[in-house]
């Protein structure tokens, strides 16, 4: 089973679920979409199907679908305890040739499981950082867990999310366990913000982690663009995902007002810290998804992007250049 351990021979290098993989040989990346993503408690319920041969061959035609818009890599945000299912996705990377990033994390505390919220502490208490960062630690450094059976694969990426009202004192240790793991294993942390993207990135560059190991993704939400959040993020040097692609309503721009965001930002000089995604979930078992094409942000937005005045150079940039940077092992 591939591991980090050694972080110098794994520099320039990815952690896929197949294992690392030069860097370079990513291509364009979808930094932030769902694979398979189950509410927890969905898979023991009577009205819900888990095939998982049917699984696949919907995974399979979708991503061979993005690869045939020009994608190389999907980053698989889901976390531990949504549906993340590694030997399946080892399965799809096969099959498909798309490179698969998974990730551990977890969050926001209103989707933990008890044993994570309330350990049995009189009175009861959130789970320290530190012990957020030894879980997260393990499955980049020992392999992810696959529950009561093995380790298989290893993460290649900490994810995390803070309460949308406001980040709890859970969050927090979640925010700061993240940017411990981090830093400890030279993988980075994508984070999406509760009410204030400022200050969760501040709680996570409190804990030493460099800036620019570092996305917050979200920042397509209208409260943060009223905010301006997006021009302090970059500035503090941490990498700012335009993720919701495709989603209108919900608090969310619509394309053209995402294609303004992306411009706007381009021409400030910050072309170097920004990355596009869909949060698109190939399939969803238990709650509503978000059934757009992984291949939707090439097929629609960038052309959108270029009819714009969007210079072949940056389209590179943002789809290439700066998830690559981001996801090599440092």
């Known amino acids: 089973m591939p591991v980090i351990g050694d972080r110098t021979a794994v520099r320039n290098t990815v952690t896929t679920v197949l294992g690392p993989v030069p860097a370079h040989e990513l291509g364009v990346v979808a930094v932030h979409e769902s694979l398979l993503s189950v509410l927890p408690g969905a898979e023991y319920a009577f009205d819900i199907t888990l095939d998982r041969a049917e ?24 976390g531990m305890f949504h549906g993340r299912d590694v030997r399946l996705y080892e399965a799809l990377s096969r099959a498909t040739g798309v490179h698969i990033v998974a990730s551990t994390g977890m969050g926001p505390e209103e989707m933990l499981g008890g044993y994570f919220l309330t350990p049995q502490t009189n009175p009861p208490t959130p789970w320290p950082a530190g012990k957020f960062a030894d879980l997260f ?18 993460a290649g990426l900490v994810v995390t999310a803070a309460t949308r009202t406001g980040t709890t004192a859970t969050d927090e240790s979640l925010l700061r366990g993240a940017a411990r793991a981090a830093l400890a294993t030279g993988v980075a942390v994508s984070l999406r913000y509760g009410a204030d993207a400022v200050r969760d990135l501040g709680i996570v560059l409190d804990e030493h982690l460099p800036a620019d190991r570092v996305v917050v993704g979200g920042l397509d939400r209208a409260d943060a663009v009223a905010a301006d959040a997006a021009r ?29 965001l992306v411009l706007d930002l381009v021409a400030a000089g910050h072309a ?13 078992k238990g709650h509503p998804g978000r059934d757009i094409p992984f291949g939707y942000v090439l097929s629609a937005f960038v052309p959108l992007l270029a009819a714009q005045g969007l210079s072949e150079a940056d389209r590179r940039q943002i789809l290439v250049d700066n998830p690559r940077e981001l996801l090599s092992v440092r």
Do not use: C, Q, W
């Not at 699984?55 to 889901?78: N, P």
């Not at 392999?143 to 059976?149: A, E, L």
């Not at 302090?232 to 303004?260: S, W």
């Open 137 to 154: 630690t393990g499955e980049i450094t020992e392999g992810m867990v696959v529950p009561r059976i093995e380790r298989r694969g290893a």
């Open 272 to 284: 170097n810290r920004i990355l596009l995604s869909g949060n698109a979930v190939g399939v969803a």
């Open 55 to 78: 699984i696949f061959e919907t995974l399979a035609a979708k991503l061979r679908e993005f690869r045939a818009r020009g994608g190389g890599t999907i980053v698989d945000s889901t």
């Open 232 to 260: 302090e993020i970059v500035g503090r040097g941490a990498y700012i995902a335009v993720d919701n692609v495709g989603t209108e309503g919900d608090g969310h721009l619509r394309d053209d007002e995402r294609a303004a």
